[in-house]
Nanobody, 126 residues
Framework: VQLQASGGGLVQAGGSLRLSCAAS??????????MGWFRQAPGKEREFVSG????????IYVDSVKGRFTISKDNAKNMVFLQMNSLKSEDTAVYYC??????????????????WGQGTQVTVSS
């Protein structure tokens, strides 16, 4: 599975961005791949942000983004999205999409994911 993340950019605090992750090489839903979004800020470890089950019926979020971010999946297009609203300066990071083969809830540990996109920079100015 190859993953390509896009949609990052520079936005003012309170603004919105929509990240996209395009998968190729394998159907995410037919191959039972749950998807996750992670982020890594300078000098910090990569952290889990949100995940969605392979059929898209179940989602999870880290507490800091609950109510602001929404993860979704378009299985027909083999894509995953992260809608980010009410952005804060602390959301500034490189965001990565990742794929984990599981029929359960997506893991929050990066080590569980097999495939990673290249990352897209999100910068929120205060």
């Amino acid at each position: 599975v190859q993953l390509q993340a896009s949609g990052g950019g520079l936005v003012q605090a309170g603004g919105s961005l929509r990240l996209s992750c395009a998968a190729s090489g394998r159907s995410l839903s037919r191959s039972d791949y749950a998807m996750g979004w992670f982020r890594q800020a300078p000098g910090k470890e990569r952290e889990f942000v949100s995940g969605i089950s392979y059929r898209g019926g179940r989602t999870i979020y880290v507490d800091s983004v609950k109510g602001r971010f929404t993860i979704s999946k378009d299985n027909a297009k083999n894509m995953v999205f992260l809608q980010m609203n009410s952005l804060k300066s602390e959301d500034t990071a490189v965001y990565y999409c990742a794929a984990e083969q599981t029929i359960g809830l997506p893991a929050q540990e990066a080590s569980q994911y097999e495939y990673w996109g290249q990352g897209t920079q999100v910068t929120v100015s205060s």
